[in-house]
């Protein structure tokens, strides 16, 4: 713990200086992994790298091309593209000179990307493509400080009639600038780097939020130098690591993954394109990955599907070894927390290796093979999700944080990792739980406040530091976080009952194979009810196999098959609910909950005000009739 307290006092006051040493360490050795089209135009991509080396030339290049451009520190620069190198690149560029990235979710609407640019004051806009230029170009009028956008892939994305001279320009033509700028002046981004100090502010990151305009958190320098040294200070990952990042780099979990690999050196494969997910891990064989809980949902229910699709024998076979799976990660880590050593009966471990040789080598496999554990946020993983895995050598390190505290504040480490937990506090972030049981957190975590927004902050963060997550939680003796609810998301029937909804959604994830998303009602109601969108491949492979084979999905979804197969798993959720908290009615969705509807977020969490909003008469013929009190 000493070393890692010198580690994290000893920081220097930003990444970009850690980037500056990283190459000087390790300029060859290999940075980033991505992929580009296979040669032939068909069939996989191929797969190139850049050494520490060559991604610092580019950097350089892109921040040198900025102050070409006139950026000044701390003026804001927005990066709007999808996950992929390009992205980091650009970002550390932004840093090196000081400036600060504007971070916006490519699916950000033209609407609202104009207000996240025009709040920001961004200077400059780094677009991925035509489609986000379009955006910009559609809004330029209300947008008078934006000087230029820099296009990423340029194809389509030409100075346009009534473009200002040099507003549009592509990354190619920006590094070009910027290399002939340091030819000029070739002490000039250093002399940046070395002038930045740790207050500075280095990202603005609108929170995508469930209700109302977004608001852009700040984050200085040190916040994301600290969470580099802290990572590294958990010994959890060293330079030999793989790791597989496809998070969205706008949301601050994906953000602070690209922190921590620059300090501890190892390898990044990147490329955000969810649909690759499946056919990009048996290729990149990553050591770690981190992940939002719903794709590991959707791995389950796509191995149980598949199972089921084998025949009765193979399903049957499937949920035996899920079972096996779970009994054998909670017999094992109940077992370390009493004697600090992972032990199980022999009679569990037989039955484990014969489940390993039959199902769980399969999974791990199409993981890539290498995969010693993955990191979950975001959200709350339900927890016999998290023991199946467990079970099956793919441990689900849980961990927790916000937007406010630069993404990680919480993570369970090695074997000491508690499923249902969100593990113990990073080193340097302090914990308390108030009186209403609300989490608080101080630390160089930290966000500064939230942009030109002082009321907002004053509600949040307290003079003497300590932030109010909003979350509700509880620590156990021995400092482990466990997560119950959101605190403005509590339901208080009229009956006087409270209950977290998100406890109940998630043990429903848990029961029902088909669910994909949940939304569970009750404030101000007598009774709970539920609105349930159920997982597209899942539910027509079990409609091909009782008589619905050919319809589409929203006919399955209405027919009386399906509705009396999801009542069947609600009537098993129910069983271990308190009464007050049961499903008493329920209505099964016509489509799935997505983020283009903006029913969920970017992070893909639940937008609760909209889903109800949306379906208001679902959930008000649910209650016709009722006794309201």
């Avoid at 520190?73 to 990066?79: F, G, H, K, Q, Y």
């Avoid at 992929?84 to 932004?94: K, Q, S």
């Avoid at 369970?412 to 308390?432: I, S």
């Avoid at 969705?589 to 893909?604: A, C, F, I, K």
């Amino acid at each position: 713990m000493s070393d890692t307290k010198t580690l994290i006092e000893n920081r220097p006051p930003s990444v970009a200086n850690l980037f500056v040493q990283r190459v000087a360490d390790t300029p060859d050795a290999e940075a980033y992994r991505y992929p580009v089209p296979s040669a032939s135009g068909q069939g996989a991509d191929d797969w190139k790298s850049l050494s520490w080396g060559q991604a610092a030339e580019r950097v350089y290049a892109v921040a040198a091309g900025l102050i070409d451009l006139g950026v000044r520190p701390e003026e804001r620069v927005a990066l709007a593209s999808a996950t992929r190198v390009e992205w980091i690149l650009a970002d550390l560029g932004v840093m090196c000179v000081g400036a600060a990235t504007t971070t916006i979710y490519p699916s950000t609407n033209a609407e609202e990307a104009a207000y996240i640019l025009s709040d920001s004051e961004s200077r400059v806009l780094i677009a991925e493509d035509a489609a986000q230029l379009a955006k910009a170009r559609e809004r330029r009028a209300e947008l008078p400080e934006l000087t230029h956008v820099v296009v990423i892939d340029a194809e389509g994305a030409e100075p346009a009639e009534g473009d200002p001279e040099g507003w549009v320009l592509s990354l190619a033509e920006l590094e070009a600038r910027g290399s002939e700028y340091l030819a000029k002046h070739p002490e000039a981004v250093k002399e940046r780097i070395a002038a930045i100090t740790s207050d500075q502010l280095a990202t603005l990151i609108y929170t995508s939020g469930t209700t109302g305009r977004p608001k852009g958190v700040r984050l200085p320098h040190d916040n994301w130098s600290y969470m580099a040294k802290a990572i590294a200070g958990t010994g959890m990952l060293g330079p030999e690591d793989v790791q597989y990042l496809w998070l969205p780099l706008a949301h601050v979990f994906g953000k602070v993954l690209t922190s921590g690999q620059i300090e501890l050196g190892h390898v990044t494969a990147v490329d955000g394109r969810i649909d690759k997910i499946v056919e990009n891990l048996p290729v990149v064989r990553p050591t770690y990955m981190a992940s939002v809980p719903r794709i590991f949902e959707k791995v389950y229910n796509g191995v149980a599907a598949k199972a089921r699709a084998g025949g009765a024998a193979k399903y049957k076979i499937f949920h035996w070894a899920a079972g096996v799976a779970r009994e054998y990660a909670k017999t094992g880590q109940d077992s370390f927390r009493r004697t600090g050593t992972v032990s199980v009966p022999f009679g569990l471990a037989a039955k484990h290796k014969v489940a390993d040789a039959l199902v769980y080598a399969k999974i791990r496999e199409a993981f890539g093979g290498r995969l010693r554990a993955c990191i979950s946020g975001s959200a709350a993983l339900a927890p016999d999700i998290g023991y199946f895995f467990s079970g099956v050598g793919i441990h689900i390190l849980e961990g927790y944080g916000l937007t406010e505290s630069s993404a990680a504040s919480f993570v369970n480490l090695g074997e000491a990792y508690r499923t249902g937990t969100v593990g113990k506090p990073l080193p340097g972030c302090e914990v308390r739980i108030a009186d209403d049981g609300e989490i608080l957190l101080r630390g160089p975590g930290i966000m500064e406040g939230y942009h030109r927004l002082p009321e907002k902050t004053a509600e949040v963060l307290e003079p003497d530091g300590w932030f109010h997550t909003g979350d509700i939680g509880e620590l156990s003796a021995d400092g482990y976080l466990r997560i119950t609810d959101r605190k403005k998301d509590l339901i208080k029937t009229s009956g006087g009952k409270y209950i977290a909804p998100a406890e109940v959604e998630g043990q429903f994830k848990a029961v029902c194979p088909f669910v994909s998303n949940i939304l569970v009602h009750g404030a101000d109601r007598n009774f709970c009810t539920a609105l349930i969108a159920l997982d597209g491949p899942a539910i027509l492979g079990w409609a091909a196999e009782h008589g619905l084979d050919g319809k589409p999905y929203a006919e399955v979804v209405a027919s009386k098959e399906v509705e009396e197969l999801i009542d069947g798993y609600v009537r098993r959720l129910n069983e271990g609910l308190q009464r007050w908290q049961t499903i008493k009615k329920f209505r099964l969705l016509p489509r799935d909950l997505d983020v283009e509807h903006g029913e969920l977020t970017p992070s893909l969490k639940l937008k609760r005000p909209v889903v109800e909003r949306e379906y208001r008469d679902l959930i008000d013929e649910m209650y016709a009739g009722s006794r309201e009190a």
